[in-house]
RNA sequence: GCCCCCGUAGCUCAGUGGAUAGAGCGUCGGCCUCCGGAGCCGAAAGCCUGAGUUCGAGUCUCAGCGGGGGUACCA
C-alpha cells in the first residue's frame, strides 16, 4: 500500500550502510506482529550473520544485528522521513510506526473511491487458464466436483483480480465406458423413462449407472445362467462402444440426447455457484487430434511402438531422461487396438491450449490421485520439445471422502452438491432471524441460499488444497465461528450501522487518539492488496479465505468495542463511519475472491 | 519395492527461515437497560522421533516411525 514510503525509506537506511561501509543484505519489511499500533517492521540478523561469517567478527549476531538497528534509528531519528511518527529498535528488529491520521485518511479514501476494484492489480501481462469444473457426463455432480468447482472459481477470480488475463475452460469427460455403461442400460431398460425435472434427471442417470453397474460385475456366487446373462450385457455394451466410435448414427443420437441432460444439469449448477466458463472442451473432440500426436512421438523416437509384438505405444519417460529409480515409470499412450487413452488426450489438449489459446500459463485444477498422469504428460510434452511444458501447473487438491469412506456411487455412497445445497438453505431459513422477516419471499430465498452456498463455500476453502478433506454435513454447515456467515455476518453488522447513520459522510479526518481497534482494522485493510498478489501467486485461495476471516474476526471486536453511531463527537463519529464503510467495502472484495456474495442482511 | 502428499491443542485446521506457534469445535468461566448474540472477553491444552544445515528450524535436508494416494493399455 505504501511502496514508495517503503522504497524512501530503504534507500535512507541503504544509502546510510553503504556510506558506513557496512554491506547490507535487501531489506523485507513486515508488518509489526503485535497489535495496538501501526507499521512495518525488518531485521538485520542476516547483516550481521554474513559479517560474522566474513570474519570482520563483531560480537554474536543477535547482539550485532541489534547494534546495527539502533544506528539506523539514531540515524533515521536524525534525518526524519514523513509519515513516520516514531522507531524503535528491539531484539534485532527496527520497527517504524505509521503517523496515522495522514496514513489512515489515505488507507480509507482509497478504498472508497476504487470500491470493488480496490486491491485490484495492475495487469501482469500475462494470460492464465484454469482448467476446472469438469465432471464426467452422465454422472451427478458430488460434493467432490464441487470442491473442485469452487477452488477452480476462487482461484480464477484471484488471478484475474491479480491483473492476469484468465480463461476458464472446462473439459468434461463425455466419452469412455462409464458413459456407455449408462447408455447401455438406458437403451435397453429405461428408454423414455427419464423424469423432466434438470436435477432428478441427472440424479437419475447416476441410480442407471449404479443398476447398470452390479448387473455387469461379477459376483460370488453366481449361477451358470447368471454368468451367460452377464456376459450377454457386456458384449452389447462392448458392441454399443464400437458403434459409438464408428460413428453408428443411432448409438450417436442416444449418446448426445442422454449427454444433453448431463451438461444441462452441470450448466444449472454452475450458474448457480455463478461460474461463467469461457471454453468448453470435450474429451469426445479431442480423440482424433491426439491420434496425430502420437504417431509423431513414435516418428521421433520418443514413443515405442509395441503394438507389433501385441504390445501398445509406451514412452519410458525415466530411460529417455537417464534416470535411475522409478519416478515417471512407463507411460501408455495408445491401447494396443489402437484407441486413445487420457493421457494422449491430454497431450493433443496442451498443445491446442498453448497453439490456439496462447497461454502463459496453464493450470490444472484435478485431484491429487492423478498425479503421477500430470508429471508424466509435462515430461512427454518436454521431450517432444514442447517449451511450454514448464508453464503447466497441476494443481492437485486431496480428494473428498466421507466418514464412512470413500464415495462410491457403485455402493450408494455419495453425497450429491445438490442435496447438500438445499439442506443449506434450509437451515438458514428454519434459522429465522427476525432481521429478514420483513423482506419478501423471494429476498428471504435469496438471502437463505447466499449465506447456504457462503457456509459450503468456506468449508472448502479453508483447508489447504493439498489435504483431503472428510465431508461432515454438520461441519460444512455450521454458522458458527471460522464460517462463511461468520464473515457474512460482520459485513451485515457493518451494512446496519450505515443504514442507521443515514448519511454517509464524504470525508473524515483521522484526529482522534485511534483505539487499538480501530488502528488493526486499518492494518488489515490496508494489507488485502498484498494478500490478493499473494494469494494468485501461490494459486491458493485459502489464503484469501484466511485473511477474510482475519478482517472479520477483527471487525467483530472493533464492533464490540468501539461505538460508532453513539460516538458524541462529530468528528470521530464520521471518521469511524468511513472507517465502517471501507471494513464493509474490503470484507464483500475479499469475500467476492472466494465466490461468496456478500448480503445486507442476514 | 519405488514415487508423491500428509503428521502442530482432546477433535478439525492455520502458520512468506525470524520477535510471545494462532483459530474454530469441544470443555470451563464471564458479557444482552448499550450500533444485530450467526457475536464479544477470558482460562486450560500443542510442533511424531532422531540427526544435519543455519546467527536462528513448526518451516529447509536426510533417516526412521505413523497415515493416505499412486505405480503400463481406467479417468
New binding site residues.
Partial sequence: MFGSEQQAITDKINAFFSENDIPLVEL?W?P???SGEWGV?T?F??T??NE??SGIGRG???AR?QEIAEQAKTWLEAHPVIGIHHLEA????L?LYFSTPEYTCNVVNTVLSQGKDFGKGAPQGERVMVEFAQP?THHSFHIGHYRNAILGESLSRLVEFAGFDTIRASYP?DI???VITVLWIYDKFYRGQEPADVHERGQWLLKLYVEATNLLTEKENETPQETLQRESYDAERRDMYRKWDAGDPEIRRLWEETRAWSLEELRVILAMLEIDIDVWFF?SEVDEPSKTIVTELIERGIATD?RPE???V?V?IDEKLGLK???Y????IL???G?S???TKDLALAEEKFNKYHVDRSIYVVD??????FQQAFKILELWGFEQAEKCFHLAY?FVSLPEG?MSARRGRLVLFKDVADQAIQR?LD?E?E??SDLSEHQRLETASQ?GLGAMAYAML???N?????FEMD?AL??????G??IQ?AH??A???LK?AGTRPESAAYNHRLDSHEVQLIDLISRFPDTVQQAAQEY?P??MA?YA?DLA?TF???????????TEDETVRQARLRLVMAAKQVLANALALLGITAP???
Fill in positions: 523485507k513486515t509489526v506482529p503485535f517492521s531485521s540478523f542476516q550481521a550473520a560474522a561469517r554474536p549476531v543477535p544485528a528491539v531484539k534485532g528488529y520497527n464426467n469427460g469412455g465406458l462409464g474429451e509395441e501385441g504390445g501398445a509406451i519410458k529409480k522409478d519416478k515409470r512407463t507411460a501408455v491401447r494396443s487396438d484407441t487413452l487420457y493421457l491429487n490421485r492423478q498425479s503421477l498422469h486431496g470413500a438458514v434459522f432471524s432481521k429478514t449465506i479453508s483447508v489447504d493439498n489435504k483431503d478433506i472428510v461441519e455450521s454458522f458458527d465461528g471460522h464460517t456467515p461468520y455476518n451485515v453488522r451494512a446496519s450501522i442507521k491458493r485459502l489464503i484466511a476471516y474476526n467483530h471486536s472493533f464492533y464490540h468495542a468501539v461505538p460508532v453511531l453513539k445486507e442482511v442476514m
